[in-house]
């Protein structure tokens, strides 16, 4: 069914589970990353916020900072990104950090290019054409997508969902097992 509304430009590739993570250089908060290079032998939940300094961004990055420890004894390093600058992102990880007590003791990716977010299908033209939705990329140890999530601007996401979804791939892939539901 062909959708009208929607060039082929606009048609935006999203990387799919079993994908090697595409890759990519950036700068961040903690200095230049390349993908590839990024967290060896460690696993990595990418993910995407529409702005900084809003109130469910700044939820959600206090949230993965918090419990930063858990995902740490996961073997796992996090990886932000949104569309706004490195002097954004620095005086919202300040501004937070002053007023709040939590720091974003993780890697912010500044993707005022809108690179990173196009080439891992973060703008969703239907939703934003200049804002990342809040995308999440579970990417394993050997930089293979294991398990994508989506939500749309206005939905803050679940951290003990992705804590568990990171502990199951993680248990699946010792045991050889199929994880159940709610485990």
Not at 8 to 35: C, H, L, Y
Not at 62 to 71: H, I, L, V, Y
Not at 134 to 152: E, G, T
Not at 166 to 171: E, R
């Amino acid at each position: 069914m062909e959708n009208s509304n929607v060039t082929p430009e606009q048609i935006i590739s999203m990387p799919r589970i079993g994908d090697t993570a595409p890759d990519f250089t950036a700068v961040t908060t903690k200095g230049n990353i390349k993908m590839s290079d990024f967290a060896k032998d460690k696993w990595i939940v990418m993910f995407s916020h529409p702005a900084d300094f809003t109130p469910v961004c700044t939820t959600e990055m206090s949230g993965f900072a918090e419990r930063k420890p858990e995902f740490d004894a996961l073997n796992t390093e996090l990886l932000g990104l949104s569309i706004d600058s490195i002097h954004a992102h620095l005086g919202w990880v300040q501004n937070v950090r002053e007023n709040t007590g939590v720091y974003f003791d993780f890697p912010i990716i500044a993707d005022i290019d809108m690179k990173v977010s196009k080439l891992y299908g973060m703008l969703q033209p239907n939703e934003s054409e200049t804002a990342a939705v809040r995308a999440v990329f579970f990417i394993d140890p050997s930089k293979k997508i294991r398990l994508v999530m989506y939500y749309p601007l206005n939905v803050g996401r679940n951290m003990d969902e992705i804590l568990r979804a990171l502990d199951a791939l993680q248990m699946s892939d010792k045991h050889k097992v199929a994880m159940p539901l709610d485990w």
